[in-house]
């Protein structure tokens, strides 16, 4: 069974940092894409970043370009969101999702396994 769980999420300043985990089991990283989104109140879920099974390609929204960082750790079966330069609009239940092929797209629709989320707020 694929299990996906977030971590991380908190109450940062504007300009602040954080960093998601996102811990999986019932699966190989090699094996699935994996991509972070966030949904903020009375907004649609976005995708924010996704890195392929291979960890050879990382995009990003182009909200966020220049300031999150995706990662993953293999041995340690987790992918990370670094965040850093944290906006008020950035705050968001922040979703990470897996979906079984080599091609890293941004699309919620794309991804089949969820995690809970993980609440960020950032607010001075």
């Known amino acids: 069974q694929l299990q996906l769980v977030e971590s991380g999420g908190g109450l940062v300043q504007p300009g602040g940092s954080l960093r998601l985990s996102c811990s999986v089991s019932?699966?190989?990283?090699?094996?699935?894409?994996i991509g972070w989104f966030r949904q903020a109140p009375g907004k649609e879920r976005e995708g924010v970043s996704c890195i392929s099974r291979s960890g050879g390609t990382r995009n990003y929204a182009d909200s966020v370009k220049g300031r999150f960082t995706i990662s993953r750790d293999s041995a340690k079966d987790t992918v990370y969101l670094q965040m850093n330069s944290l906006k008020p609009e950035d705050a968001a239940t922040y979703y990470c999702a897996a979906r079984r092929a080599s091609v890293c797209r941004l699309s919620p629709t794309d991804f089949g396994s969820w995690g809970q989320g993980t609440q960020v707020t950032v607010s001075s």
């Open positions: 019932g699966f190989s990283l090699d094996e699935y894409a």
